[in-house]
């Protein structure tokens, strides 16, 4: 193949996943996650289903690469946060991390939760959004233990365990009617306070 028809080829299989992802993106805050199929995807970006079925089998893969794509500005946001707070304590930092993401969700609740959970067959916590979550919560809680901020702690399981209340986000606000500010607060009390090593009295 010929570069300038490998160029031409590479540019349209990108036009036709941006149309796709754009698509499936409207569609799912329109009608919501599981109310949409790979057909209507199909339709509303103009391209045939064969088309559509070559690039994505199933609508998971669609879920992903949304997901995916929303979640890259907050990527982004929280790298230059930790490249430029590197003297903070890493369980403040860990917080800050914690306040972002919560403000990141609450501003996409809740068709974002959904589509996260539809992209990995009702298993949330493993879409790119929370695995990206649960390597930095790791990363940092390491850090807290080996500048001793914090000691006896099982950091996969503490990490696993703030994943499973981060991850209920949308039915607090929305089903519990809890605000932000009171769900941050608990967040802070049991998982930044709570693991902060306190002097012993000599």
Known sequence: MSKTLEFITSSTDEVFRRRILESARTLFIEQGVENVNMHQIAKMAQIGQASLYRRYTEKGDICIEVVREECQPLFEEVKAYLDQSIEVPPLDR???????????????????CAVSRASTEFRPLQSPLYQWMRTTCR??????????????????????ALLAALHNIDFHTQDQGFLTKRILQGLRRIFIEGLKEIPVPK
Do not use: C, M
Not at 139 to 145: G, R
């Open 94 to 112: 860990l917080y800050q991390v914690i306040v972002k993401f919560v403000a990141f969700l609450e501003a996409k609740v809740p068709w974002l």
């Open 139 to 160: 990363d940092l809680l390491n850090e807290a233990v080996q500048r001793g901020e914090v000691v006896d702690v099982d950091v996969l399981y503490t990490v696993e």
